[in-house]
Structure formats: structure tokens, C-alpha cells
């Protein structure tokens, strides 16, 4: 842990750290993960965001703290759609228990939105959107119900 | 048979054996299609037809081909009368009415809801059209059409002419057609040309496409002429429809010089596209692939119902 990324972010004892987040992007990777800073009701998570902070390794980064909450890795995962360069840590008693890259999967459930306002998954239905990843780089995604193709996925966020 | 109580909701849920095994079941059909001999091969089964949009020929198709089976179909054609008007889910409509049928057929105006209604039901889900989506029945009847004029499917050229834009009816026959090793000519106005993602597909798929807009040339090409329907409903304005309508027609001008076994197909209903006085050509098969709907539709009730190709 660098000097610099101390002084912004104080550690957390217990919760999820998402670190190497390209510069700009914090914001939509609480999107993506679906956290408001409301978790939890009264007394619940606090969420730190630090964003432009310098980085070694990618040169400028954001980096979001969100505590008391292991985010799961579906959610966490999705994350590799805007920010491929995304390292997770999960945190028990200010001990690093898991640290890993975001690994785009095959498919995306539920984070993003189907852009045909057609789909059926846009309809008043009980079903989440369902995204098979066809393409890896850039990454194109395809609707498991109408195939409708998306690669600008910060304009679909669910 | 690999087909019996499975879903058909895009036609690339199909091989090309499977395709080919349902075009061979569907001319074992044509006696009790035309009524000639009486099928019994469905006796005691049911269908579902559930139509939440309005579609005569497809619902009729169906209906008739149970029928001409010895089974029996019902019918929902009207959602207006039925509980998605109470606000019922389509899954939890299908979830319920799968229980009482053998198979349900479903059109619907959204894309994608055989996909949930196939989710719902753990009965076999035909699709009838979704929305802007596929209509894989269609395919099946335009290859049948193409088979039983030339005894095959390999090494023909099919051009596509019109509306390849929003012609789904073409994006799932081209889809197909690569599958068989055609070659495919495009003709269409500027404005309504295979979209990209399709295009790919077919590029991905090996099949040899070109693009001719010259119309006349594009025709003299074919072996196939498939003809689509500009959907007025998809434009604007109406100038900007009349323009692109206005600069395809099939008449018999165009059609002096083909090839003596050419054949013009169109999924109709057509609207300008093909002249009234092309219908009494050699060439024009449209009507007689219309009829096709009939056996086709009975030789895959057969195939997913009871496992049986005859």
C-alpha cells in the first residue's frame, strides 16, 4: 500500500476494496455493483471513493472502499466491462482474505439493461436481463432474449 | 427423432440434418395436406395457439395442420380477451396454459418472449413470430419452397431484394441458407441494406455474398428471387416510404430473360412488390410456398409432438 493511497483512503477492517479502477470510472463501478451508500439502512456501510489518485501501475486510477459488505462475485465481475484493469480485495479484520483481477464472464446477469425498448425483458415480466458475452476485445455483448448487440454499457446500466 | 418435445425458437436452433429432416417429413405430408389421404398421427393431442398479436395465415396454418393430423387445437387470438389484459405476466400466462396443452405455439409482439415463455413451460414452445425477432416456421416453409422446386438447397444463388433492413423473415432465411452453401446476392435501397451484426454472421458462416443494387442484374442472377415487403409502419413519413417502395417492382419486363426454373418467392402479404400479372408466370411460386405453410407446420407438429416423420 503506497503512501500517497493511505492518506486518501483510510484502510477499512471489514468489507470490499476495488482498487486500479482507470481514472473516471468510480462512479459507474457503484453502478455496476449496485450500491447507492443507502446499504444497509441506519448504521450500515460506508462507501469512500477516491477518484484521479496517482498510480503505479496504471498511472491514474480511482479506488472505492464500500465497508462491512462482501460484494458478490456475479456483481463483481461485471465490473470488467468498464474497468478491465480492477483489482477486488475482500477484507476480514483489516486482513486482506482474497485479493483478485476482475474476470469478465460468459455472461452478465442483470447489471445492464437491454437497449431495445422492444425486449421482453423491458416488459412488466419476472425475468433480469441476460447479457452472453460474444466478443472479448472490445468487449460486445448480446441479449440472451432478442440478441440485440451492446457495447456502450454505460448507457445501459440497469 | 432428436426433434420430438423440443422448443423451436430461432432457426438456428437447428442443424442442417434437422432442417433437412423436417423438409423430407413435410413432402411425406403433402397427401394429407391436400387433403387426399387422412391423417391421423396427432389423434388425441393438443396445441395451444397463442396469439398476442393478430396473424391470420400463420394461426390458420397451424390450426389446420393439427387438424389435418387428427388433433385438436386451442386457441387464444385476441389478447384483449384474455388475463395479460388483467395484467398477468406473459410467464405466468404461459407458466399456467403450458399445463394444459402438448405444445404451445406463441406470437408475440416483443422479441424474445419464446425465449421467457420457453422458460415458463416445460412443454414444447414453437415460435410464431416475436416482435421484430424470428418467425423460424417461415424459414422452414421458404427452404421447403426452394427444395421442392429444385431437389435441393446446395449451390443455388438466392438473391434477396427489398427490405433487408427490418425484413426478419430474410435475416433468418440468409441465416439458414449458409448453413447449405448458397450464394446470396443483396439488392436493396441504400437505406435498407442487411444490418451489420447479420452480415457478419454470414460472413462468419462462409457463405459468398454479393451485393448487386441493380436491380434487373440482381435478378438475372437468381435462382431464387425473395422478395420482402417494405414495412410501411417502420417509416417516418410517408415521402420518404414512397421513395424507397417506389424503386423495386417485380413485373414481367423484369423477369424476360431469367432462367426457365427461376423461381420468385415472397413471405406475404404483398403489398407493390410484385405485379399482379407476374402471378400467372412459371415463375411465380409465392402462392404455391403460402400452401407450404400447411405441411411444413404438420411435419414439425409431427416431429416435436410424437417423434414420427410420417
Redesign the interface.
Known sequence: MTAVRELKLTPIRNGTVIDHIGSGLALEVLRIIGIEGREGGEGGSTVSVAMHVPSQKIGWKDIVKVENMELSPRKLNAIALIAPTATVSIIREQRVREKRIVALPDRIDGVLKCP?P????N?????ESEFEVIQRAPVVLR???????VDDFLHHLA | MALKGRDLLAIRDLTREEIEEVLAASRRMLPYARGQKVGAQLDGRVLTLAFFEPSTRTRLSFETAMARLGGRSVTIADSSSTSLRKGESLYDTIRVISQYGDAIVLRHPNEGAARLAARASDRPIINAGDGAGEHPTQTLIDLAAIREAYGKLTGLTVTLLGDLKYGRTVHSLARALALFGATLVLSSPPSLRLPAPVREDLDRAGIRIEEVPNVPEAVRRADVLYVTRIQRERFGDDAEYAQVAGSYRVDPPLLEGVGPKMIVLHPLPRTGEISPEVDASPHAAYFRQAFLGVPVRMALLNLILAGRSS
Not at chain 1, 118 to 121: A, K
Not at chain 1, 123 to 127: G, L, N, S, T
Not at chain 1, 143 to 149: L, V
Open positions: 431495445n422492444s425486449c421482453i425483458t416488459q412488466p415480466e419476472p425475468v441479449c440472451a432474449f432478442c440478441e440485440r448487440r
